[in-house]
């Protein structure tokens, strides 16, 4: 970590390498000079850099009054009457080099030696950079000498020089705070007698200085030896100072993810435990207080999971709020359940429902203002319902890395669509960074200073407060509420981070997201597969599968787990919800002839609509275990028939001795027996062989035809359900 440094107004401030070397007496002889009326995060930026290269830097009107610019004006003339006076100690000293640059959007890229040699080679006593725009009167283009190669135009945001000559440059400054000081420069160098007496020249091939405004297109990133450096190819230079001007701010904070040594190839991330905010240690009753804004805007599959990932968070609920909007009428009954369930135990809970009729940007405005209007709330955590949070930790997480704005790496599983966007397009919205694809699939790991964050991140309290005051951030034109706040955010030249140093969850998909059944959730093994894995697929399966955690009571018959306790329920609730149960007669319209041999009261999934989502289950699930139970046999889990089977005591009690129309049956247990029924179960009369006590979630898998006639036995309590299916027939 580099050393800490202390900021104070008109100080000069010696910045020490990591080794602590020291500069050569030429060097010493260099002083640089910058405004900073407040320590930005930019600042703290160009700050990093500086110290990286071992620069003296001297701040001025550091927690001064920013007057420089307004509306109406170009602005910057308070840094010239500041420059004006620290020039005055300096006037005389004819060996002083004094580089004056501006800081909450310069980097600087590489270090003293260079850029005094780059100086020298000039041959003048005065550089300024030099832009491909004029600015900010462009009638005075006419009046620019012509230049052969390289840029024309100067620009005041950064130039070096002997430290009389700059004195010389400033002397006849008496214009207002808010006037321009490009314009001020800009008059001095187009009067040739006044260029020629002070010696300047303007940096056109960007040795020196590269402005970016106007030359996006001339500057890549150069990596070398755990070092990066921002490279023109249009002149084929390696500048010393990179400044985002313009609307170009943007890109420079993607260039200062990398240079000059945020991020190699070589070293990884070596800025992502600066300023760290360390939490451990501390009591339960000391840690920040927390408002957590969720965010339920659309009809959002898994959302129970949600709840219980939310419980499940390793932050103390007492120093955790709760603002909830729920959008979806759909959802009430899982909101009002988690209130009702776990509301007490949180500092506070506010809920906003459909029946409030307060829109997405509105509520997420409301949620944000409960935090900043109380001066006990630090942080702000701002949680959308389609986020699946696999890392119990990453408030904790998001807290420690002390970042103004922060979000964890979200993305679609399987997919590059993520919650950040590594750039922008010229019209604002989504563009793709060079490093976008390896940052979400974490061949780059760190923090990343991007344009866009969405779905979760964290805010500073205190940043609500000051610079992101204003009460609405999610209003801007006719963007979005997402782009509205990142917009805003950005207008405020707040820095907003996503780290991906963590594995933190996944975003689901929204899209094919039905709410016309009982328990849509079910309907979810397309769309989202990992997530109906989860809930829905017994957590031994994958022993199972191992050929662990296998029984078979019967000869040929395996047992084994597949599904949750929650499938089971589900898909009894669903098919009760449905309720067209057949009769039990030989007569059956549902299948092709319309006669059933071995009749049962049942209900097939075509009737819920649930075939082709039963088809990928068996295809996944059930397949796989199949061939490793019976080698040399590699099954596609056709089926005519599948279906829920209903036994009742007075209604269809057992199953006559029957084969199965099938290759292979599975017959899983949807109840418990001793609990929800009494009997039941099945017997292989071949073999003499009964199971008479299946365990919920467990399957039967046997042959179904030849040699596995069986018989399904009385059921004298309760209701018992099973999920069959003939496979291959």
């Known amino acids: 970590m580099l050393p800490q440094l202390l900021l104070l107004p008109g100080l000069v401030l010696t910045l020490l390498t990591p080794e602590g070397s020291c500069g050569s007496k030429q060097e010493e002889n260099l002083l640089v000079l910058t ?24 701040v ?8 420089g610019e307004d509306t109406k004006a170009a602005g910057g003339g308070q840094k010239v009457r500041l420059l004006k006076s620290a020039l005055k100690e300096y006037a005389a000293k004819d060996d002083l080099i004094i580089l004056v640059t501006e800081s909450y959007d310069v980097l600087f890229a590489s270090g003293p030696a260079e850029l005094l040699k780059k100086f020298k080679q000039a041959k003048s006593k005065v550089v300024f950079s030099a832009e491909t725009f004029i ?35 400033v002397e006849d400054w008496r214009g207002l705070d808010n006037d321009s000081d490009q314009l001020f420069y800009t008059n001095i160098f187009l009067d040739p007698e006044k260029r020629e007496n002070i010696n300047i020249t303007l940096d056109q091939r960007c040795r020196i200085f590269q402005n970016l405004h106007g030359a996006l297109d001339e500057v890549v990133l150069k990596f070398e030896n755990a070092r990066v450096r921002a490279r023109n190819v249009e002149y084929d230079t390696l500048p010393v100072l990179i400044h985002g001007n313009g609307p170009t701010k943007l890109q420079l904070n993607y260039l200062g993810n990398y240079i000059p040594r945020a991020w190699t190839f070589e070293t990884g991330c070596t800025v992502c435990d600066e300023g760290l905010r360390s939490l451990t240690g501390f009591k339960d009753d000391v840690l920040p207080l ?58 506070e809970v506010k809920v906003i429902g459909p029946e409030d009729h ?55 599983l399987g997919k590059l669509w993520s919650n950040f966007w590594g750039a922008l397009s010229p019209d604002g919205y989504y563009a793709r960074s060079e490093d976008y694809v390896d940052i979400v699939q974490g061949r780059r790991v760190g923090i990343w200073n991007v344009p866009y964050i969405s779905s979760i991140y964290v805010i500073k309290g205190s940043t609500l407060r000051s610079q992101l005051n204003q009460g609405d951030l999610f209003h801007s034109g006719k963007l979005d509420a997402d782009m509205a706040f990142c917009h805003n955010v950005r207008d405020q030249r707040v820095f907003m981070f996503v780290t991906n140093r963590h594995q933190f969850g996944h975003i689901l ?89 071995v009749p049962t009261i049942d209900i097939h999934m075509n009737q819920i609509g649930y075939e082709r989502e039963w088809y990928r289950f068996l295809l996944h699930y059930i397949a796989p275990i199949t061939e490793k139970f019976y080698p040399g046999y590699y099954t596609k889990t056709q089926f005519e028939l599948a279906f829920v089977v209903r036994y009742k005591p007075d209604e269809q009690p057992s199953l006559m001795p029957h084969h199965d129309a099938s290759t292979f049956t599975i017959n899983i247990a949807l109840n418990r027996v001793g609990i929800d029924y009494e009997g039941g179960g099945c017997r292989f009369l071949r073999y003499n062989c009964s199971i008479r006590a299946p365990r919920k979630g467990w399957t039967l898998l046997h042959p179904g035809r030849l040699t596995h006639y069986h018989e399904g036995l009385p059921t004298t309590k309760g209701t018992r359900y099973i999920a069959v299916s003939f496979l291959d027939p």
């Open 35 to 58: 405004v900073a009326t407040q320590e930005t995060e930019g600042f703290k930026r160009f700050k990093r850099s500086a110290q990286f290269f071992n620069y003296k830097v001297q």
């Open 290 to 347: 927390v408002l957590i804004g969720i965010f339920i805007e659309q009809p959002t599959p898994f959302l129970s999971q949600f709840f219980l990932r939310l419980q499940n968070l390793q932050y103390p609920k007492k120093r955790t709020q709760l603002f909830i909007h729920n959008h979806e009428q759909h959802h009430l009954s899982q909101v009002d359940t988690f209130v009702k369930e776990h509301g007490k135990e949180y500092h």
């Open 509 to 597: 998909s929204l899209e094919d997201y039905q709410t016309t059944h009982l328990h849509n959730d079910l309907w979810q093994i397309f769309s989202n597969p990992e997530d109906w894995k989860e809930k829905y697929i017994h957590e031994n399966y994958t022993l199972a599968l191992k050929g662990k955690l296998v029984e078979t009571p019967c000869p040929d018959v395996y047992w084994f787990p597949i599904f949750t306790d929650v499938a089971c329920d589900e898909l009894v609730e669903e098919m009760e919800h449905f309720g067209q149960w057949s009769t039990g007669d030989n007569t059956d319209s549902r299948l092709l002839g319309g006669y059933e041999n």
């Open 358 to 412: 307060v829109e997405n940007a509105d509520a997420r405005n409301m949620g944000m203002d409960l935090c900043r209007q109380d001066p006990d709330c630090e942080y702000y955590f701002s949680l959308d319902a389609e986020v699946v949070l696999k890392n119990s930790k990453v408030l904790r997480i998001l807290i420690e890395q002390n970042k103004p704005v922060i979000a964890p790496l979200v993305s679609r």
């Open 135 to 169: 600015y900010p009167d462009r009638r005075l283009e006419a009046k620019y000498p012509p230049v052969r190669d390289g840029k024309r135009f100067l620009g005041s945001g950064g130039f070096i020089g002997y430290a009389p000559n700059l004195n010389k440059l």
């Open 60 to 67: 001025l009107g550091l927690d001064e009054e920013w007057h």
